[in-house]
């Protein structure tokens, strides 16, 4: 079975970097799209970034341009979220993805980690 199983998250001050990883297990990793979600508490989860198994420029939500960069290694069955500069907003619990699609929006696929918290303090 699919299994995600992500790692990296922690507390960090306003303005620092975080790197998070997901690792993959049970499918093809580069035959799949991955993603990043987020939900902070009292809110729905959120769309972050997405990167294709095809490549191409990546994907990312309008509150982390320029700030997160997602990345894969399909040798190591692996997709990173580079966090930086971050602010107190970005708190939230992290969900790696997999399968989602980036056609007409961005819809998350069926497999999900189980989470990593980031918390951001100010």
């Known amino acids: 079975q699919v299994q995600l199983v992500e790692s990296g998250g922690g507390l960090v001050q306003s303005g620092g970097s975080l790197r998070l990883s997901c690792v993959a297990s049970?499918?093809?990793?580069?035959?799949?799209?991955m993603g990043w979600f987020r939900q902070a508490p009292g809110k729905e989860r959120e769309f972050v970034a997405a990167?294709?198994?095809?490549?191409?420029?990546?994907d990312y939500a309008d509150s982390v341009k320029g700030r997160f960069a997602i990345t894969r290694n399909n040798a190591k069955n692996t997709v990173y979220l580079q966090m930086n500069s971050l602010k107190p907003e970005d708190t939230a619990v992290y969900y790696c993805n997999a399968g989602l699609t980036t056609t007409m929006g961005i819809r998350p696929g069926n497999y999900w980690g189980q989470g990593t918290q980031v918390t951001v303090s100010s």
């Open positions: 049970g499918l093809t990793f580069s035959d799949w799209n």
């Open positions: 990167i294709r198994w095809s490549g191409g420029p990546p």
